[in-house]
């Protein structure tokens, strides 16, 4: 993949070493890619204030600080990082609405089948596509996200990564419905090219949102994937079979 994690280092982004000595020597907070403001209209849509959430590879962010500040009520971290992790729990000892747990995003299994309401990934993903056996790690990753959430839960991922690259990997794994938004990715003072809030068309494949963005467009990827029941996933084959 292209455009946001590049670089030998980008190979070692799925080993809880290299965050470990990352975190090390870089305790200051840092954001991936978004910060909580510009992402919370969308967050808004999706996400209600007494839901439970999981934020997946959260690191030294301050988004589920954030997230806290505008009302959510129990927001889970988890990171591959045992160093981060001692530093966020030092952090915020004196806030009980947020959560820090070491832990692998391939197996969950400490969390309960269906016991989260939603899921936000920024870059988390995304570093497991740089690392070797991508494909076989991220399926392993989104499957224990399917599992956690509940019926109707929402998995939000902030990503680089076009419809060419991620919108395959989500959908084949029939797990969910899947929106897409984009957002710039710099802020900038004059009017925003897109409005956040409004899902972008999305056929079967990606063809039709290169032609509407154009050519190598300076946005974050928003994929919105909302957890079908199992009832109505074998309605959806059955007539799939049907028709």
Not at 10 to 24: H, L, M, N, P, V
Not at 74 to 97: A, G, W
């Amino acid at each position: 993949p292209s455009g946001g994690m590049t670089g030998a280092a980008s190979q070692a982004y799925g080993e809880a070493w290299y965050w470990d000595e990352r975190y090390r020597k870089e305790p200051g907070p840092f954001d991936w890619y978004q910060k909580y403001p510009a992402l919370a209209p969308l967050l808004r849509l999706y996400v209600r204030p007494h839901q439970r959430l999981l934020l997946v590879g959260c690191g030294n962010s301050v988004f589920g600080e954030n997230m806290v500040q505008d009302g959510y009520q129990d927001v889970v971290n988890i990171d591959i990082s045992s160093v981060v992790i001692e530093q966020m729990k030092k952090k915020y000892h004196d806030k009980p609405q947020l959560k820090y747990t070491k832990m692998d995003v391939r197996n969950m299994s400490d969390f309960e089948s269906g016991s989260f309401d939603a899921v936000i990934d920024k870059g988390t993903l995304d570093s497991i596509m740089c690392g070797q056996n991508s494909q076989e790690h991220a399926a392993k990753m989104l499957g224990e996200v399917n599992r956690i959430l509940n019926d109707k839960g929402v998995y939000i991922m902030i990503t680089y990564g076009d419809p060419s690259y991620r919108l395959n990997l989500l959908k084949d794994l029939q797990f969910w419905t899947v929106k897409l938004h984009v957002i710039d990715r710099w802020e900038r003072s004059s009017k925003k090219t897109w409005d956040l809030t409004e899902p972008l068309p999305l056929q079967d494949d990606s063809t039709s949102i290169i032609n509407l963005l154009g050519p190598k467009p300076d946005v974050h990827y928003i994929y919105v994937c909302i957890k079908e029941n199992d009832s109505a996933r074998v309605d959806l084959k059955a007539e799939q079979n049907y028709s």
